[in-house]
């Protein structure tokens, strides 16, 4: 079947550190990848897609590159700051309806 | 547009109990969904429409009944509530044409005693 899997948080940093979150991921056919994120108290955005390999789908200094020969999706901003802190989901998406979202990752960051 | 938007946001519960979790949008999107987001979980889907008068099940549909008699409403419905549905419940519509681009709403924190 079709699975997210990310990296166990929560991730700490300090203020302009870099950030990688891992995202690997099982697929039947050609997914779609995703990136949203959850600020506190509020519900899921859009940060990020890509849909086919080779892609780079980039947004708010964020960037994720699809690479199917890993199955991976990783996420990564070269600086991270305070507002940047809130939780991560991978997800995919085969057609149709259904996305499959990871567990999530939470990312603290620190003045 | 206010976008997806959900009441209660706040929902205490005695085992048993019946309540309707409200789900409203009004960007003119085909389909909506349901999910619930458990710690360590991520999100589950339980269940969704592809448009008015058609529902069907997700990954985890026992214990809950949903119903779309309009394209903008979508309820979530338990008969009686369990321990066990304690969570963190999530409306999210899309265009049909969009299966990535879900719009989420706020959230529904629902404790069952």
């Known amino acids: 079947g079709n699975s997210v899997t990310q990296m166990e948080g929560p991730v700490t940093l300090s203020e302009e550190a870099f950030l990688t979150i891992n995202c690997t991921y099982t697929a039947t056919g050609y997914p779609s990848l995703f990136w949203y994120v959850q600020y506190p108290g509020e519900g899921l955005q859009l940060l990020l897609k890509a849909t086919k390999a080779d892609d780079k789908g980039s947004n708010k200094g964020f960037e994720a590159t699809y690479r199917k020969e890993t199955t991976s999706f990783h996420l990564e901003k070269g600086s991270v700051q305070v507002s940047d802190s809130a939780v991560y989901f991978c997800?995919?998406?085969?057609?149709?309806?259904?996305?499959?979202f990871g567990t999530g990752t939470r990312l603290l960051v620190s003045p | 547009n206010a976008g997806v938007t959900q009441t209660p946001k706040f929902q205490v519960l005695k085992t048993g109990q019946s309540m309707t979790l409200q789900c409203a949008q009004d960007m003119n999107h085909e389909y909506m969904s349901w999910y619930r987001q458990d710690p360590g979980m991520g999100l589950r889907l339980i269940h969704y429409?592809?448009?008015?008068?058609?529902?069907d099940q997700g990954e985890v549909p026992n214990g809950y009944n949903v119903s779309r008699s309009t394209t903008e409403d979508f309820p979530l419905r338990l008969l009686s509530a369990a321990p066990s549905q304690t969570s963190v419940y999530f409306c999210?519509?899309?265009?049909?044409?969009?299966?990535?681009?879900?719009?989420f709403g706020p959230g529904t924190r629902l404790t069952v005693t």
């Open positions: 429409s592809v448009g008015a008068g058609i529902t």
């Open positions: 997800a995919l998406n085969t057609g149709f309806q259904k996305l499959v």
């Open positions: 999210a519509s899309r265009r049909r044409d969009r299966a990535y681009e879900q719009y």
